[in-house]
């Protein structure tokens, strides 16, 4: 089925240091790939998408690439802040449907 | 920009209470969807809508029923609350395959 996976939070980085959060997928075709941000006390914001192999999305210093060959959709920033720290989720959307279905989400700690 | 509004941030219900929560959207989307977010457990499914007065049933919608009537309103309602709804809910709209969803702030629900 298709399903999402996110590396295991909690994560904790100091200011300037560089950020990866692993996510992978299994998808019957491909589908659509997304980066969701909460904030504290708020909903869910599309940070960055990619619709198809190869693409990259980037959004405030993040990136993510879709990589077919690895079913992957790694969130990457080169030097976080303390304003990053948030609650990220991976996301797909089904092809041919209209479901996201979310990994689990990661929270993310950046201490001064 | 689309804005999905809930109309409460936090309720706290009663046991067997009858509950509802609304979202109102302000951009004509055709889909709504209705998760719950809880820690560990990420956003799990539990109803969503194609078009007015339809629905179908996400992955956990046991304990819950919803309504839409007009485009931009969609309720969920829990018949007879239990403590086990205790959650965050978010409601979220979209318009299309490749723009992913807007969410709404959530409500936090607490069942005493």
């Known amino acids: 089925g298709n399903s999402v996976t996110q590396m295991e939070g909690p994560v904790t980085l100091s200011e300037e240091a560089f950020l990866t959060i692993n996510c992978t997928y299994t998808?019957?075709?491909?589908?659509?790939l997304f980066w969701y941000v909460q904030y504290p006390g708020e909903g869910l914001q599309l940070l960055l998408k990619?619709?198809?192999?190869?693409d990259k999305g980037s959004n405030k210093g993040f990136e993510a690439t879709y990589r077919k060959e690895t079913t992957s959709f790694h969130l990457e920033k080169g030097s976080v802040q303390v304003s990053d720290s948030a609650v990220y989720f991976c996301a797909q959307l089904i092809q041919g449907a209209q479901k996201l279905v979310f990994g689990q989400g990661t929270r993310l700690t950046i201490n001064p | 920009d689309v804005k999905v509004t809930q109309s409460s941030r936090y309720l706290v219900k009663r046991t067997g209470e009858k509950v509802f929560l609304e979202c109102v959207q302000d951009?004509?989307?055709?889909?709504m969807f209705w998760y719950r977010q809880d820690p560990g457990l990420g956003l799990r499914l539990i109803y969503f809508s194609y078009d007015v007065k339809m629905k179908e049933k996400g992955d956990i919608p046991e304990g819950y029923s919803v309504s839409r009537e007009k485009k931009e309103r969609f309720s969920l309602i829990l018949e007879s609350a239990s403590t086990n709804q205790t959650s965050m809910y978010l409601c979220?709209?979209?318009?299309?395959?490749?723009?992913?969803?807007?969410f709404g702030s959530g409500t936090r629900l607490t069942v005493v």
């Open positions: 998808a019957t075709g491909y589908p659509s």
């Open positions: 979220a709209s979209s318009s299309g395959t490749t723009y992913g969803y807007t």
């Open positions: 990619a619709t198809k192999a190869d």
């Open positions: 951009m004509d989307h055709e889909n």
